[in-house]
């Protein structure tokens, strides 16, 4: 019985607020936030994960070629994200600004901002695609691909570049979907992507049926055609006038210096935030290379896993970011904390269930990518420090989607540089080299710098300063 009163005053959002932060206005019932949070948090962590998936799924079909395969498709992932990380930074500010003008009720203003980051979004697409091509081979070198890698990397790596130009019209327009609260719009994109990715990888990579023997090529070519198609389906959610968003209404196309304000101060910080993440994971997966292919190999399926957790707590955040965006426009900075707080404990009820998967399916979990008896064994010791990682790392990623919805991105743009831009590079060299940790001291320096940003966003949060910006 005691139990059951501890834990229904832990989950009850009359305790959620301090005497400060109440207000005179009536909280809803805990259940109905709880539930008003999973319908909008389940189908983002399931995209979240479906897009995650879309690189594990190429590794994992790959990992029968061999692990030089499975290190040329891992290789490509920072540069790729380093390019994506303009579009990344506008979907923070698409997601951000939509909140709150779902949260205003204001149909006109939320539709100039879909249009408007439509436009810079394929611009910009488009203009990465086109130097990624021409410098892949460079960029793959630099990245640490080896004489035994580098021409299956580039070859994949150049395929992928047509498909950058659909994922990043379709992450943008999933972004402001989600901003307005149709997470369930976003997801099926992504389903519907993933089905037809494996589908053509079953093809491509093997040469069944009609198709030729591609190999890591097929695999390239298959996510293309599945990000065409998840393309598709998010143009199509924006062109019918049963929604919220509608890019066939009567809105102008025009650049208004309102939209454009709200989403450069925004997405501005979230693109030095993205920098910086980006040189550190760059610097961070070129440290790994350095080890060798066998324990980059091992790195990179023991990477696909972990984003599993982060996706799930990536999900949680986005849920999180558009609650906190809708609230702070309907002016119930209360609300805001409460719908942060929920997501937490979520978060940590999720997290515990993915802790005891990680520990005792380990050994299961990367041989589903590879048959290589020394990088199963590798791997296995490395998903002890994803298991013991995994609380930290998806209550930091929610205290951070809680900030980002609020507008407060300069901070979190601070709290990355100095975990991933320093910490994360600087101690995992540390570890792995004049310490003598290899892999494992890689990875001790990611558990390191999930801490550290846990402890920068969750003091942020607790202060509450971030209910009080105005977008």
Known sequence: MMMKKLLARVFSVRYMLKPSQRTDKPLPPS???????????????????????????????????????????????QPKFILLAVIFSLNAGVTAVCARRKGQNDHEGANRCLRQSFILSLSLSVLMAILGTIFAEPILLFAGAASDTIADATAYFQILMISIVFMSVSLTIN?????????????????????????????????????????????AIATVIGNIVGCGMSVLSVVRHTH???????????????????????????????????????????????????????????????????????GLGVAASSLVGQSLGEKRPDMAIIYGKTGQRMAFCVSTVLFFVFIFARHFLVSLFTNDASVIAMGGVIMIIIAFTTHIQTAQVVYSGCLRGSGDTKFVALSSFVSIGIIRPLLSWVLCFPCGLGLVGAWLGLFGDQTMRLLFCMTRFCGGKWTKIEV
Not at 56 to 64: A, C
Not at 210 to 218: A, M, N, S, T, W
Not at 265 to 282: H, L, P, T, Y
């Open 31 to 77: 259940k109905d936030v709880y539930a008003r949070q999973y319908r909008m948090s389940w189908p983002c962590a399931l995209e979240s994960i479906l897009v995650s998936l879309i690189g594990s799924i190429d590794t994992m079909m790959v990992g029968g070629i061999g692990p030089a395969a499975i290190t040329a498709v891992g290789l490509t992932n």
């Open 175 to 219: 972004a402001a979907q989600r901003g307005c609260g149709n997470t369930k719009l976003s997801m099926r994109t992504n389903v519907v992507a993933n089905v037809v990715n494996v589908i053509f990888n079953y093809f491509l990579i093997n040469g069944i049926w009609i198709f030729p023997e591609l190999g890591v090529r097929g695999a």
């Open 244 to 314: 919220f968003l509608d890019l066939r209404g009567n809105v102008s196309w025009g650049f208004d210096r309102r939209t454009m304000k709200s989403l450069v101060s925004i997405s501005g910080s979230a693109m030095v935030e993205q920098v910086f993440m980006r040189i550190g994971f760059f610097t961070y997966a070129k440290i790994v290379a350095g080890l060798g292919t066998i324990p980059f190999a091992a790195h990179q399926i023991c990477m696909n896993i972990i984003n599993l957790s982060f996706s799930a707590g990536d």
